[in-house]
């Protein structure tokens, strides 16, 4: 399950500018699609239309066939997993981070989730600007560390479909790389729509869709389109 598919959608957020112009592509159950392209083609608006935050004004967006339009708020939620360009942390130890939308989850099992996440570490301290009632402070996470709770988060939470929208483009290129390889690990056998601005960052994808001022501008598998690159 978590077959994903946008069907000739078209959205603007304003009516004189067009944004998304018929814009039809499948990540099929357990794939990995990736959508690069030049900022401003449009590509973050395909993730905030899935979560709708907007609607389409036409066309439709499916998973397993079911229009999102028909699904509620809470099982869209449960469905997806995001991870985040630049992750922004509550006040509360990163363990409560990690637990984030997932209440029931036990102790144990937000655990697991950090240590392989590599945060277990952090787990009862609390982030940086934030202090205890006995005044202690708290930590300085870098980014990637950071990412890596959004990794946890989104491994504690077990989602069919993940979306990950410029997941490292904030990283420099030696962070960038481990945590390229953490989420190729949790995107293994889901249904995962990648965003990014260059194809140098792209995880293994099955397919690369390069989406430029609204339109699919040419799409094909991951080797045959970086050789071009
Ligand atoms: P990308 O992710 O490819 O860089 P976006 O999907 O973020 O592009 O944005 C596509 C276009 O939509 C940009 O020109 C941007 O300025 C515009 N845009 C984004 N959000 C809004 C908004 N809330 N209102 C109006 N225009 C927006
Ligand atoms: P909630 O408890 O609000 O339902 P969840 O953690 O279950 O939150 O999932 C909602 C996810 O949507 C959050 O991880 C949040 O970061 C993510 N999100 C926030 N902004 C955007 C965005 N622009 N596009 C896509 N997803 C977003």
Redesign the pocket.
Known sequence: SGDLRFEDVHFAYVPERPILRGVTFEVPSGKTVAIVGPSGAGK?TL??L??R?YEPQSGRITIDGQDIADVT??SL??A?????QD??LFNDTIGYNVR???WEASEEEVHKAAALAQIDVFIKSLPEGYETSVGERGLKLSGGEKQRV?IA??IL?GPPIL?L?EATSALDSFTEKDIQDALERISRGRTTLVIAHRLSTVINADEIIVLDKGVIAERGPHAELLARD
Do not use: H
């Not at 997806?80 to 985040?84: A, L």
């Open positions: 973050s993730s905030r899935l979560f935050f708020q809470k939620r449960a997806i997993g995001m991870v985040p992750t922004v984030y939308g997932r959004a988060r989104t939470k979306v929208d």
